[in-house]
């Protein structure tokens, strides 16, 4: 079955770092490109950081520029999303999605229409 299942969410005290990962079970991960998802309670879905399917091409939503980064790792099937400086408003569900692209695609996802898998989801709590 394939599948895509974050880890690495949990409580951390305003200004700590957290590190979440995306892996992929029953594909590959280097034909797509990923996007880190993130919803509060009552609050909608929002984008927060993309990746290309090469890492070619990165973004971030403006609220965590500078203090999040996306990277990826084909040879493990991971997509990583470090955290740093985290403040309570980042406190959220966060999700990983993919979506296959072409070949030389520079396409980063930042808004989640048309993707192909969604993990289930971790749990970011930032609280003192």
């Known amino acids: 079955q394939s599948q895509l299942v974050e880890s690495g969410g949990g409580l951390v005290q305003p200004g700590g770092s957290l590190r979440l990962s995306c892996s992929a079970s029953g594909f590959t991960l280097d034909e797509y490109a990923i996007g880190w998802f993130r919803q509060a309670p009552g609050k909608e879905r929002e984008g927060v950081s993309c990746?290309?399917?090469?890492?070619?091409?990165?973004n971030h939503v403006d609220s965590v520029k500078g203090r999040f980064t996306i990277s990826r790792d084909n040879a493990k099937n991971t997509v990583y999303l470090q955290m740093n400086s985290l403040k309570p408003e980042d406190t959220a569900v966060y999700y990983c999605a993919a979506r296959i692209v072409l070949h030389g695609s520079r396409f980063c996802p930042d808004s989640g229409y048309g993707m192909d898998y969604w993990g289930k989801g971790t749990l970011v709590t930032v609280s003192s």
């Open positions: 990746t290309s399917y090469d890492g070619g091409v990165t």
